[in-house]
């Protein structure tokens, strides 16, 4: 009998331990506002080496048009840029570092996606690019999607983008191209320049980024065949959190940053697209 009530007093000490941490409550640091709110500090995962989306300049500072977003939420919610961490954030492990609380939300040409949505909350979309193809500037053999039949097209580790050329109809295009794998979409880049691949194809803001550093070398063929919904990961369940954000992408387009921002990283590239309006929400529930 007396083991039993110092077992039962052990598991009661335990439970009021996790009550007081917020664990399992739903309440604390689970909620981005909150946390905003009271920490004045935020962790922002981001890519770091894709231009004119978000890279890390040598002298460590951030720049690109998801960073700007992602400073433009964070000062909504009442975070200085003075209180952010960035943390390189790849396709492969958004999910995981949300899911962990190594961030707290997720800035990182994130699309949309059913599959994704099962294990985080999405706020936005706040843009919806296309995906595209990017070629080297002296191939003449791929003009257009169906010519990438027995090409060598990208693989990115996490991406879903391929899934669009190879996977079957309604989600896909149904075309048998070969698939060369690569770590991030930087390395695809690498390995187009090589003559490792005949082309990289993903969302149109992110060519067009790379296109812009060597524009001499590629070029984007300019013929779109998806929506990619980028939104902004948080940990599930987040529902104040994603309104919150949400409430920010609508300032974001009503005061005029984002045209100023899509101006300044996506301006010169010919043929691209750019909203003047807030894209229509997902819903955070």
């Known amino acids: 009998m007396r083991r039993i ?60 048009f998801d960073v700007d977003v992602a400073r433009y939420v964070a000062g909504k919610l009442g975070v200085p840029e003075s209180g952010i961490t960035w943390k390189e954030t790849i396709s ?19 699309s949309i996606l059913p599959e994704r949505k099962e294990k985080v909350t999405f706020a936005g979309p706040y843009i919806v690019a296309h995906q595209d193809i990017m070629v080297r500037s002296d191939e003449s053999s791929v003009t257009k999607v169906e010519d990438l039949k027995d090409k060598r097209i990208c693989q990115a580790s996490g991406s879903n983008s391929y899934k669009r050329i190879t996977d079957p109809a309604p989600n896909g295009q149904g075309i048998k191209a070969k698939l060369v794998p690569a770590g991030s979409y930087s390395e695809c880049v690498a390995k187009l320049k090589g003559g490792t691949l005949d082309a990289v194809t993903t969302d149109d803001l992110i060519l067009a980024g790379f296109g812009a550093q060597s524009p001499s070398d590629y070029k984007i063929l300019g013929t779109p065949f998806t929506d990619e919904k980028y939104g902004v990961g948080l940990k599930k369940g987040d ?19 984002a045209a100023q921002l899509l101006k300044k990283w996506f301006g010169q590239t010919a043929g691209l697209q750019l909203p003047t309006e807030a894209p229509a929400f997902e819903g955070c529930a």
């Open 5 to 64: 009530v110092l077992a039962l007093a052990a598991l009661a000490l335990g439970s009021t331990a996790l009550t007081a941490c917020g664990g399992g409550d739903g309440g604390g640091s689970d909620n981005l506002v909150d946390k905003a709110k009271n920490d004045k500090k935020l962790t922002v995962g981001v890519k770091i080496d894709q231009p004119g989306v978000g890279v890390k300049k040598p002298d460590g500072t951030m720049e690109g």
């Open 92 to 110: 492969a492990n958004r999910e995981p570092f949300i899911q962990q609380g190594q961030v707290d939300f997720v800035v990182a040409t994130y």
């Open 239 to 257: 529902t104040a959190g994603c309104e919150a954000v949400n409430g920010a992408i609508t300032e974001m387009y009503k005061d005029g940053t």
